[in-house]
């Protein structure tokens, strides 16, 4: 690992391409699900590749000084990229992601799509400078734009049934994410705590965080029928769903049974792997 990051182009690494793929996937499964892959599509692929990588850079920006003794291997505190190149480049990204969506807003003369990245842009900038230490606000805003990222397709297509799915498919991806990010501060607990920051469990404690990831988890599965009994996706939806709501349910009895750092980076890492198996789901469904 440390190889490739030496010969990785450090303006490539900065911008943390398995995070950006996985925001791309949100827009491409929409494309699938409306069995079509347009101009506007397309070009929304290149607006959330350039606003997620915009958010990656700025966010590390504004941490250059706590990388610096905790992560003095990234990208910025290593000087491999100057802390002003960085910034400006980080600039850069959100320019292109608004020029992005005006080129598709002139195409199409869809308004939605651009008030959506424009705010979306707004919410990545303040996250990083302001809100990422702020307890649960920090969560909900992570949570909340990978779920607008499916939003953001939808209407992108401006179909009235494929702006409700990618409504649904928003608020499953922002639920998951959201439990997914207070067991992740579950689990970073001791470090966090140790460095001053202000996380849901430093502020309210472990087992309340650990039942509020619970819900979370409970309330999205139990609606995961939803789209089968409304005749949105076949019946081979419900059948590969099924394999991710039992992951699912196994992790929601596993953060409430135990808060330890093991437990909650399993649980971390199961509901990644649900999500995934979810989304594979979501295509299946649509296509068969």
Same mark, same amino acid.
């Given at each position: ?101 005006? #080129?598709? %807003?002139?195409?199409?003369?869809? *308004?939605?799509?651009? &008030?959506?990245?424009?705010? /979306? $842009?707004? +919410? !990545? ?109 076949? #019946?081979? %939806?419900?059948?590969?769903?099924? *394999?991710?709501?039992? &992951?699912?349910?196994?992790? /929601? $009895?596993? +953060? !409430? ?23 594979v789901s979501f295509v299946f469904g649509a296509l068969l």
């Open positions: 690992l440390i190889e490739r990051k030496k010969i990785m182009n450090p303006y490539i690494e900065i911008i943390r391409p398995g995070n950006v793929i996985m925001a791309l996937i949100a827009v491409i499964l929409i494309a699938i699900i409306n069995l079509n892959f347009t101009i506007p599509l397309v070009l929304a692929i290149v607006v959330v590749f350039f606003a997620t990588s915009a958010g990656n850079v700025i966010n590390d920006y504004f941490d250059y000084n706590i990388d610096a003794v905790n992560r003095p291997d990234r990208v910025l505190p290593s000087g491999r990229i100057s802390k002003k190149a960085g910034r400006n480049y980080g600039y850069f990204l959100f320019a292109g992601a608004i020029a992005t969506e005006l #080129i598709s %807003y002139f195409i199409t003369k869809n *308004i939605i799509p651009l &008030i959506i990245v424009i705010f /979306a $842009v707004i +919410i !990545l900038y303040l996250y990083a400078r302001v809100f990422k230490t702020a307890p649960f606000i920090g969560n909900l805003i992570v949570a909340f734009t990978t779920g607008l990222t499916f939003v953001f397709a939808g209407y992108t297509i401006n179909n009235p049934h494929i702006i409700l799915v990618s409504w649904y498919l928003g608020f499953f991806a922002f639920a998951m994410t959201l439990a997914r990010e207070i067991t992740k501060d579950i689990e970073d607990y001791k470090g966090d705590k140790k460095e001053g920051a202000n996380t849901l469990p430093i502020k309210f404690g472990k087992k309340p965080s650990a039942i509020l990831a619970f819900l979370l988890i409970i309330i999205t599965t139990a609606l995961c029928p939803i789209l089968y009994l409304n005749h949105i996706f076949s #019946i081979y %939806y419900l059948v590969i769903i099924a *394999i991710a709501v039992i &992951i699912f349910l196994y992790s /929601a $009895v596993l +953060i !409430l049974k135990s808060q330890s750092p093991e437990n909650c980076h399993k649980v971390s890492k199961n509901l990644k792997i649900g999500m995934l198996i979810a989304f």
